[in-house]
């Protein structure tokens, strides 16, 4: 039996693959490991998909300064300030989306955390969406504190996101104006309010194997089931601007691991899709199981349609459908 199979075997028997393992996964081709991947990710989590749409409710003027961002104030690419859009104002769009099936909506803000003032905008218009419209809500407002987030959770926010984007040894390389342990401050203490968390990175940023892996087993102890993947879409103005972006079949690999490293959890592709050449679709009989559709914060993505009918063709159905 190879590498793969053997592994494969182990986390369908309910086994949990250590680091040195995953390395060795990590050496081997991208398709083996993505049909692999994907009968873990059928055994585990059968057809289900879960659809996500974001709308960036205030942009730019970001006091952090990861190096990937077009909206942090450090960086000459910093995306023109806003107010807090009222969502009331979305709600015509937010309906559209769940009748095409988009399960859930998340509303993400820039900056490293909101004013109680502008936090009391958003609980308001979260009672208001709840009580107007059946799709679950996402929240992404940075480093809220434990009390602020037991407010969402009872203004009806179901999930809190909050990515690690790297791994603790390779995060003070991207971000020096928060630390990794204030993200992990906050993930816990969001799901000590009661709120599911999603939370993932990015790739692509300089990382290394071992940080793609290091972060999947943080993510993996923490006991988080929603994972987002992005990659890298390099914008001028960002200390990122030349970078390279990933092969598709960097990609394939990156999320099978995640996989096989969190067998039942949903990995949904996020920003930076739109840059593969088939939109992510091979991604998706790679382990992936969820993404977030439609316009991501400050780049385009893929249209909720075409994701739709992506997922249909593939045999998957969209959660909450």
């Known amino acids: ?27 081997e081709d991208h398709a083996p490991l993505a049909a692999a991947a994907n009968e873990i990710r059928t055994h585990f989590c059968g057809q289900s998909f879960d659809l996500c749409v974001i709308i960036n409710a205030k942009t730019g003027g970001c006091s952090e300064d990861c190096i990937y961002c077009a909206q942090s104030a450090h960086h000459s690419a910093n995306a023109s300030p806003s107010h807090i859009e009222d969502i009331a104002s979305y ?37 208001y969406v709840r009580r107007t ?14 009390s602020q987030l037991r407010l969402l959770k009872e203004a009806g926010v179901v999930r809190y996101h909050a990515n690690l984007e790297t791994s603790r040894n390779y995060f003070p390389k ?28 990015i790739f692509g940023i300089g990382e290394t194997m071992i ?18 993947i992005n990659i890298l879409h390099p914008i001028p103005g960002t200390p990122l601007e030349h970078a390279k972006s990933l092969e598709l079949s960097e990609v394939r690999k ?49 249209g909720l349609t075409e994701d739709v009918k992506m997922i249909a063709e593939l045999g998957f159905t969209a959660d909450g459908m």
Do not use: W
């Open 254 to 302: 990156i999320v099978s691991l995640y996989r096989f490293l969190m067998p039942d959890a949903k990995i949904r592709i996020a920003g930076g899709r739109g840059l593969l050449p088939d939109s992510g679709r091979e991604l998706f009989t790679a382990g992936a199981n969820a993404a977030i559709s439609g316009d991501m914060l400050t780049i385009a993505g893929v």
């Open 133 to 146: 419209c059946g799709i679950s809500l996402c929240a992404s407002h940075g480093l809220l504190t434990a």
């Open 1 to 27: 039996m190879g590498i793969i199979d053997g592994m494969k075997e182990k986390v369908l028997n309910g086994g949990e693959l250590t680091k040195e393992e995953a390395l060795l996964l990590a050496e």
């Open 174 to 201: 991207i971000c020096t104006t928060h630390s990794y342990d204030d993200k992990i401050a906050v993930i816990k203490a969001a799901q000590e309010a009661g709120l599911e968390v999603c939370s993932g990175g």
């Open 91 to 127: 709600l015509s769009r937010i309906a559209e989306n769940y009748s095409l099936g988009t399960h859930r909506c998340g509303f993400v803000t820039a900056g490293k955390t909101l004013s109680d003032d502008e936090l009391n905008i958003f609980l308001d218009n979260y009672r």
């Open 211 to 228: 940080d793609r892996i290091d972060m999947a087993l943080e993510l993996r102890g923490l006991g988080i089931k929603s994972v987002p």
